[in-house]
């Protein structure tokens, strides 16, 4: 993480029509990648408890939707500063802004249905049909710049991107440990939330069993 | 195993805290000592002037720049926090019920 700071704001180097709020890139992507990863993994873990109905595969799910929301949250932020730096505004209903903000919904009625829906099995069911749902959106986050016409560039990294568009190795390498680091920190978070969160269950059942 | 998970964690912030704040300081020294630092593929040729206006363009966005990576950087901590706190809690909770039930059974 440290290398990944200091790659960002010392090494790489500024891009000459951003300027440095170009630098907000390196954590904006990492934070969308994680953020549109985490609702993958959400869909996932809840195919796998709709399957085996082990209450694990739940426990993993809501730690996901969690970490997800928090991610995405930060991406509309940092997106939201970049979009003033450059744009000179706070907002605009860009392709790719508006199939954020549809997945940053996502994630909040998931955790909604959660908390303030039933709280046994049929709660976890509801929501794991939820999750799988909103991975929908995730492909069409990815290819809106694509798709409709957008302030956003088309694709520049990833196995569908324009393989003839140049971005400086530096900054590409910069991108490439930003992205590392990110995804080792989420790692060890999402690894605490799920240890808390198998914690808490285990507390209500057996606060179940005595009383 | 515990201990280390738990000096792991304090560490991670620890470094996360103090890089953050280093990489702030360097990051300004560095653009006050060196001025423009720019890479452009197509045109490697700029002038004084526009590199003065450039210059002049990055550090206005230096504030934007700081916000973005001190709000994520905020948000992060304060979850990793709550986190660390809701988790001792039900640590210990489990401790004392099951110290508790110990004793029940004994009687």
Partial sequence: ?211 | MRLITKYFRSLIIVLGVLSFIYGGILSINHIEANGIDVIDETSLVIDAQEADDKFVKKSDELPYLFSAFFITWVVLFVYIFIIARNRKEIETELYTLKNSLEDRDNE
């Fill in chain 1, 1 to 211: 993480m440290l290398c990944s700071l200091y790659m960002a704001l010392l090494r790489a180097p500024t891009e000459i029509t951003l300027g440095d709020s170009q630098r907000i890139f390196y954590l904006h992507i990492p934070l969308a990648w994680l953020g549109m990863l985490s609702i993958i993994i959400l869909a996932i873990f809840s195919i796998t408890y709709l399957i085996t109905r082990d209450i694990k595969w739940d426990n993993l799910a809501y730690s996901t939707a969690e970490l997800g929301f928090v991610l995405i949250t930060l991406v509309l932020v940092t997106g939201i500063i970049w979009s003033k730096a450059e744009w000179t505004v706070w907002w605009t209903w860009d392709p790719k802004l508006t199939t954020t903000v549809i997945l940053w919904f996502i994630y909040l009625s998931y955790i909604m249905s959660r908390k303030y829906g039933p709280s046994d099995l049929r709660g976890a069911s509801y929501g794991a049909v939820l999750g799988i749902i909103g991975a929908i959106d995730v492909p069409m986050i990815y290819l809106a710049a694509n798709w409709w016409s957008s302030a956003h560039p088309e694709l520049n990294i990833g196995p569908l991107s324009d393989q003839s568009s140049s971005v400086n190795s530096e900054m590409m390498m910069t991108l490439w440990i930003s992205l590392i680091a990110y995804t080792m920190l989420y790692i060890i978070i999402l690894n605490e939330k799920y240890v808390l969160r198998k914690g808490t269950n285990l507390l209500d059942e057996t606060y179940n069993k005595i009383f």
